[in-house]
């Protein structure tokens, strides 16, 4: 495998520092290199600089090497997707004029649609089928710069079909170039053959599926979708406690349709990071900021529902560290475009360009336990890069519904270009 060397880009956003999730001031620290220039060998970062400073380390063996020139480009890392529901059977494109004519997403979701419409398709499709459907979701991701996902189970919610999903992401992490970071979210909902007897699918949970996914290592991360007629708070600790003794990290579903405790949730368990948000109280994100619980927020879901997006701003002064996901699933944000959702974290949310570039690369890291390989361009990291066709951080952003994606290497690998 031949060294890669892209030099001359007019920014490189090497996002260097600390790995660690990004708060306040530090989410406008973009680390920018002009004329910048990058080497990587074996799928790692050797040296990040100036061309000029390269050029002296390598210029005897830029033969070797296969260049390109980033002249009048922007280079940053790869994107980092925190949260997304990757994996599933067939599509619901007719839920989307339901609301156009006014139902909501716990009117479709109590009338057997939403979640359930969705867990019906993936428990009837095969694990081949699955992989074939994901397989392009993962293609289109790549094509907007994204090159690490994680991926959440949720629609078997029974044994097989939860392991069936989080088979075919473990699949797919080694076929697909893509990372794929695997999150168990059995308590997505309750399956309507335990309409009633919701505590009784949480024994399933805890008791069953929990310890095989965990004995299997078919997932590093535990979500719940702890919200008014779904999962209590006190159901949401049960299920995330019971998490935390088989190993696996917990995450939560909070505060998305209304102000439910789930943030202060997130706080009470050490959640590493808490989703959606829209409705967090005050008091959840001071808590959060006290606990280092990073929100990861998803603003083309807000769009796509209707909803007001969730308090970016207030959180980043609040010293809540933030990420930004697609929400990629087929009932509430069908999308794989971050650079969309980077555009509406600044119209929607008040984020600046460069908190929203944070928010998606080293921040959405963190949120998936992943900033020791990629979220930013150092040295020991990960080949992950994109070369966008804008010259500068700012036009990804202010350039709307557009992808500006030129490149993308996969640990030094071109996928996409």
Same mark, same amino acid.
């Given at each position: ?44 970062? &050797? ?27 922007? &280079? ?113 909902? &309750? ?50 406690? =019971? ?5 696996? &990290? ?29 409705? =967090? ?13 990073? =929100? ?70 963190? =949120? ?50």
């Amino acid at each position: 495998m031949r060294p890669l060397w892209i030099k001359h880009a007019a920014q490189l956003v090497s996002l260097s520092g600390e790995n660690a999730p990004r708060r306040r001031e530090e989410m406008s620290e973009l680390g920018i290199i002009e004329d910048g220039s990058v080497w990587i060998e074996d799928g790692i970062i &050797v040296a990040v600089g100036t061309t000029n400073e390269l050029e002296n380390l390598f210029e005897t063996r830029s033969i070797e090497a296969d260049i390109v020139d980033a002249t009048g480009h922007l &280079v940053t890392p790869g994107l980092v997707d925190p949260h997304t529901h990757l994996a599933y059977g067939g599509s619901r494109e007719h839920e989307f004029e339901m609301r156009l004519e006014g139902a909501t997403y716990m009117d479709i979701m109590n009338a057997g649609g939403g979640i359930h419409s969705t867990t019906r398709m993936t428990r009837e499709a095969t694990e081949d089928e699955l992989v074939a459907q994901t397989t392009l979701r993962l293609d289109s991701f790549l094509q907007h710069g994204v090159t690490t996902v994680e991926g959440k189970s949720g629609y078997g919610l029974d044994l097989e079909t939860e392991l069936k999903q989080l088979r075919v992401m473990k699949r797919l992490n080694e076929l697909h170039p893509i990372d794929i970071v695997p999150t168990f979210m059995g308590a997505h909902a &309750v399956p309507q053959e335990y309409k009633g007897k919701e505590e009784a699918y949480i024994d399933v949970v805890v008791n069953e599926i929990l310890p095989r996914v965990a004995a299997e290592k078919l997932a590093i991360f535990n979500d719940v979708f702890c919200e008014k007629g779904v999962f209590t708070p006190d159901q949401s600790e049960r299920i995330l406690e =019971a998490g935390k003794i088989l190993g696996l &990290v917990p995450k939560i579903h909070a505060d998305e349709i209304e102000s439910y405790g789930g943030a202060e949730l997130a706080a009470k368990v050490g959640a590493i990071s808490a989703e959606h948000l829209l409705k =967090a109280s005050d008091d959840g994100i001071k808590q959060m900021a006290e606990r280092g619980v990073i =929100a990861c927020l998803l603003p083309a879901t807000a769009l796509y529902l209707r909803e007001e997006a969730a308090q970016g701003r207030q959180m980043i002064d609040a010293g809540v560290a933030v990420a930004i996901s697609t929400d990629c699933n087929p009932g509430s944000s069908p999308t794989t475009s971050m650079p969309l959702v980077m555009n509406l974290a600044c119209i929607s949310m008040r984020l600046t360009p460069a908190e929203a570039l944070v928010a998606a690369t080293i921040n959405a890291a963190c =949120a998936i336990q992943m900033e020791d390989c990629v979220g930013s361009l150092e040295v020991g990291k990960q080949g992950d890069v994109v070369m966008w066709n804008v010259s500068i951080y700012q036009e990804l952003q202010y350039l709307f519904g557009v992808n500006h994606v030129g490149t993308v290497w996969k640990k030094g690998i071109q996928v996409v270009g």
